[in-house]
């Protein structure tokens, strides 16, 4: 099956940083989500990018599908965006989807 | 965006009973539900694919006897851990995916439930 791997494992910055997360993917995708889970547990949709650039706020990211990366940008961090930020992938096109997960990129932005 | 809410948030049971969780899409049609569990720290990894008005498809590994799974409708799903053991004590979160108003492919997750069996 496809593999993603994310990195960092693990980022710890000050309150204004800006970092960069890195999503690599071992096979072509048709979709690949961004999330963050926040605290509680609640996963929060940030982007639905199997390709291209998109940006939200503070937020962007980028995936180059044939080179099977994805980056999400954070800029200005703000402790509120601590957290874990999930990678996940499908090659399906239709059908039932099954998303994979990667192992996840713990951010930790403190004051 | 797309909500799905799931209840309870957190329960507590004790070994041998049965526990259910519900998954509900409040604002859209979810023809597939899926079941997703989180160990501490860890990743998603995904238990079943619920279809409506269909038997659920599991993981390989997941035992369909203990994880009982019925989507009786187009906006609930639910599922049941039944004769719940301590090792069954897990981060179990649902998503539902929309193929009408929303981008056909994109997931959206519940709050999670947090089992916890003593």
């Known amino acids: 099956g496809i593999q993603v791997e994310q990195s960092p494992p693990d980022l710890i910055l000050q309150e204004g940083a800006n970092s960069t997360l890195r999503c690599n993917f071992s096979d072509s995708v048709n979709n690949l989500q961004w999330f963050h889970q926040n605290p509680w547990g609640q996963l929060i949709n940030l982007f639905y990018?199997?390709?291209g650039t998109k940006q939200n706020g503070r937020l962007s990211a980028t995936t180059v599908a044939t080179e099977r990366y994805s980056l999400l940008y954070i800029s200005s961090s703000q402790t509120t965006d601590s957290g874990v930020y999930f990678c996940a992938v499908d090659k399906r096109t239709t059908g039932a989807q099954k998303l994979v997960f990667g192992q996840g990129t713990r951010l930790t932005i403190n004051p | 965006g797309a909500v799905v809410s799931q209840h309870p948030s957190r329960v507590i049971c004790k070994s041998g009973t049965s526990v259910k969780i519900e998954c509900r899409s409040l604002?859209?049609?979810?023809?597939?539900m899926f079941w997703y569990r989180q160990f501490p720290k860890k990743s998603l990894m995904l238990m079943a694919t619920s279809n409506e008005g269909s038997k659920a498809t599991y993981e390989q590994g997941v035992e369909k006897d203990k994880f009982l799974i019925n989507h009786a409708s187009l906006t609930l799903s639910t599922l049941t851990v039944t004769s719940a053991h301590p090792e069954d004590s897990s981060f179990y979160i649902c998503?539902?995916?929309?193929?009408?108003?929303?981008?056909?492919?994109?997931?959206?997750f519940g709050p999670g439930t947090r089992l916890t069996v003593l």
């Open positions: 604002d859209f049609q979810a023809t597939t």
């Open positions: 998503s539902a995916k929309s193929g009408t108003s929303f981008s056909y492919n994109e997931q959206f």
């Open positions: 990018i199997p390709s």
